[in-house]
DNA sequence: CGGCACCCCTGACATCTGTCACGGGGTATC
DNA sequence: GATACCCCGTGACAGATGTCAGGGGTGCCG
């Protein structure tokens, strides 16, 4: 029998996948959560083999959880399930030390032999998403490219980002106009935008 | 028997949906769609009671598709099963002729019965969204706004936008400028931002 | 009919943005 | 030590953006 985690903030989709694994003869089921942050303690109090892991949640990401269950070096391998196959987050969930990556596209059919396959010890990578990842290249932006670039993102001033990050606003131009050269576009929001689908911020 | 047909991009979620409504005894599936534009075709040829249709697909949007079967004037009854509870998709929704409107947070055990209370003839909102609908206001923006506002959103410049619409790059200046004023934040892509989320674009 | 709201356009203005050249300071690598 | 990054900052410039005050046109409604 492989005992399952599942850790998603939709509670239908939750219960789907719930049902939909539970068909299965030698999977179980034995705990689920809403949040990230809850995963680590739900691995201590039910010991699962495979924890299936989305990536956006409400109370902290998939992909902290899963680095918080490896260094915790719990028996518990992760496994993420998630909706966006973006590059930089494959790259970041096996960082953290995911056993698997698959995306919610996946045929219904093949989660089972995906689960069983991970708790078997190997590591499973959605091949399309794998060969994206290889030839779309890697993160070109700097940490405080990065981080000037998320601030922002969702329509800051520069002089809200530069008082929010201590920053002088000259200099917050200069990153922002450094992250727009090596995006390759022609402002600040599409960068963002970009950054965002790649999976960079 | 109640028959369903199930509308959702993503494998898994359609699939752990379909387990999860087939565990009630009452409840059959019998057709899948992955795309908006395949729902009407499906209901001709499978003839369910309730469509359980999600909003942002890659072929055709959810909305669209209620649109159309509400037109066909086909017995099916459809049912928005969404990610995202924006007071804007609600309000669409119920216009295009949704007979239920729930969030993809509602808990499991409750789907069957917003299902079975739809078959029965009843409308089923999401009481929170339809508080929120009601508390939020409704979209203060002309067609046109909205129209430029989308074609900005993703970063495009003035002159672009201008040519893409057939439009004076002032007449965009104005029409974004008074996006900008209603929605009362500081630019176009801040008020862009906060149309989406509130479902108006 | 007169308002009223929407649409399209113009021109002008202050401000914000993106870019460039330039400097100094830190760290890691060879 | 030289080199190459990265970080932080300045000053200056052209161009984009947001705002305002106009002008005409349409259609709707009291």
């Not at 809403?34 to 892991?53: F, K, M, S, W, Y």
């Not at 993420?80 to 919610?104: D, N, Q």
């Not at 689960?115 to 794998?130: S, Y």
């Not at 490219?145 to 606003?169: F, K, M, N, Y």
């Amino acid at each position: 029998m492989i005992r399952l985690l599942l850790a998603d903030d939709q509670d239908l989709v939750r219960g789907g996948l719930a049902a939909l694994l539970s068909l299965e003869s030698d999977l179980d089921v034995v705990a689920e959560v809403g949040r990230g942050d809850e995963v680590p303690h739900a691995i201590t109090a039910h010991d699962p083999d495979v924890a299936l892991i989305d990536i956006e949640m409400a109370g902290g990401d998939g992909i902290e959880a899963t680095a918080a269950v490896t260094a915790s070096g719990a028996h518990c391998r992760c496994l993420i399930v998630t909706t966006f196959g973006r590059p930089g987050y494959l790259r970041r969930a096996m960082e953290a030390g995911a056993a698997g990556f698959v995306v919610k596209d996946t045929p219904a059919d093949r989660l089972a032999q995906v689960v069983r396959r991970v708790a078997g010890g190997e590591r499973v990578v959605d091949p399309t998403l794998a060969a994206d990842s290889l030839a779309g290249g890697v993160d070109p932006l700097t940490d405080r490219e990065r981080e000037v670039l998320r601030a922002a993102a969702d329509g800051a001033s520069v002089r809200t980002v530069a008082t929010q990050l201590h920053l002088s606003p000259g200099t917050v131009r200069n990153h922002l106009s450094s992250a727009i050269g090596k995006t390759e576009v022609e402002n600040r929001y599409a960068a963002a935008r970009l950054a965002r689908e790649r999976g960079w911020i």
